[in-house]
């Protein structure tokens, strides 16, 4: 009987035991992750981890933690429990394991993947397609990449990170990647022409060729047919050249930043006409001459920086022929430096007095004649940064009562012809991270300064 009792006893516990695994098993295998999934994020794990590495601990075989999207990195979908995003940055650079090749493979089991984060991780290469008919978002950044991987396998892929890598040639030709809107190409080894993306790319809506080594201006007429395109930032280049009067087709730019290139030639005050979206328009530091007409942008109503410093000592800007009162819009950022601004008249550009969400104003080194405009700090008091050197500016340094300045950080009326005494608390009102006031004619600085 003793027997039979010990033996029944021992079944009950077996069988609990059963029914306990089937239901931890059945919890995490409903609600967790699938297995399928988790097998590949330990795969992978691994493949990060090579040879030595002990990065990603939080991803254990352990029953108790089967659910993946628990995992550190891991994000699952609420009500289909597969993985749809791996924010992996920098984890093999943290865990010093050295340059790294990726099977392409490994992606998989990852059905429903959108996002995939590799930023950081001394990356050198793929081996075999990546393949993720779902992948929407991929970010290769700052790794050790020579050339662009193989796509095609990537129907879905809409953003695409491959800036600070060591790519050198471009085959974007044949990858059939017809839902790319975003593709980020900053600080690789491109050279000489701009790479072939008009029949490849035809929705794309954001550019970056920014810090290459592209030196061909005739590449980039090529660009001007991508009509979706938003932003196109190609600055940090070597672009010589006259401007592509074809960019006027680009009616959907918001963001234009072509500074720190060698375009040559005039400006046209036509290239801005019918580009009535653009918020953002960098042309400095080029070597531009002739004639420009800035009035010809009074009708970008959402136009909110423009820069165009740097040496410019050929470059003639009129800023008083507009046939319009008002500009439409309301600049954030001005700056137009080291020109011959306003031809015999040299004042300052009358429109400024109607402009009042100005955050940085840089018109150094234009000859300016005439008063400090200190009515600039009356009507803009969120001004950060406000450099007039270089000028003729006469008059005192006066300030109205009540103006207050709370973020300026950087103040420069160097080198002007201004007269009479800095404001004894001129350091209370404007609190300055920098300031110079050297080589004013005839000021005297209170000691309270």
């Not at 994000?75 to 943290?94: A, H, M, S």
């Not at 010589?240 to 005050?269: A, E, M, Q, V, Y």
């Not at 953002?280 to 410093?309: Q, W």
């Not at 000028?391 to 006066?398: H, M």
Request: net charge neutral; hydrophobic share 40%; charged share 20%.
């Amino acid at each position: 009987m003793g027997a039979v009792t010990s033996g029944l006893y021992n079944a009950i516990i077996l069988y609990a035991s059963f029914l306990w695994l089937l239901l931890v098993v059945g919890y995490y295998g409903c609600l967790g992750c699938l297995e399928d999934e988790r097998v590949g994020l330990l795969n992978l794990k691994a493949s990060i981890n090579h040879p030595n590495g002990t990065a990603l601990s939080s991803w254990g075989g352990d029953i108790i933690v089967a659910d993946c999207c628990r995992w550190e990195y891991v994000t699952c979908d609420n009500k289909t429990n597969r993985v749809i995003q791996l924010d992996l940055r920098f984890i093999r650079f943290k865990a010093g394991l050295g340059e790294w090749y990726m099977n392409g493979s490994l992606l998989l089991p990852f059905h429903q993947l959108q996002i995939l984060d590799l930023y950081g991780n001394e990356l050198t290469g793929f081996q075999g397609l990546l393949r993720s008919k779902k992948l929407q978002v991929l970010n290769v950044e700052e790794n050790y990449l020579t050339t662009i991987p193989v796509l095609s396998a990537l129907p879905s892929l809409k953003v695409l990170y491959l800036g600070w890598n060591r790519i050198n040639s471009s085959q974007l030709r044949g990858q059939h990647l017809s839902k790319l809107e975003v593709l980020d190409l900053e600080s690789n080894d491109l050279m000489g022409s701009v790479p072939p993306i008009n029949g490849t790319l035809n929705h794309l809506k954001s550019l970056s060729l920014r810090s290459n080594n592209l030196n061909d201006s005739l590449s980039i007429e090529g660009l001007c047919k991508l009509s979706d395109l938003g932003e196109l930032d190609i600055s940090g280049n070597r672009i010589d050249g006259n401007l592509p009067p074809c960019f006027n087709n680009l009616t959907s730019l918001r963001t234009l930043d072509l500074s720190w290139n060698n375009f040559k030639g005039t400006i046209p005050s036509s290239l801005f006409s019918s580009l009535k979206l653009l918020q953002y328009i960098s042309l400095s530091h080029n070597s531009f001459e002739g004639s420009f007409d800035f009035a010809s942008l009074f009708n970008l109503s959402k136009l909110e920086v423009f820069e165009l410093g740097g040496d410019n000592k050929n470059l003639k800007v009129e800023t008083e022929n507009s046939t319009s009162q008002l500009p439409l819009f309301q600049l954030r950022v001005f700056r137009l430096s080291e020109c011959v601004l306003n031809g015999e008249s040299r004042v300052i550009p009358s429109f400024l007095s109607n402009q009042y969400e100005l955050r940085v104003v840089d018109l150094r080194n234009n000859g300016i004649i005439g008063d400090i405009p200190t009515w600039l700090l009356v009507n803009n008091s969120k001004l950060e940064s406000f450099s007039l050197s270089g000028n003729q500016l006469r008059g005192p340094l006066a300030f109205e009562l009540n103006a207050k300045h709370a973020y300026m950080k950087y103040f420069d009326i160097s080198s002007n012809l201004v007269q009479g005494e800095i404001p004894p608390d001129i350091a209370t009102r404007y609190r300055f991270y920098s300031s110079k006031f050297a080589s004013l004619e005839h000021v005297s600085k209170c000691t309270s300064w």
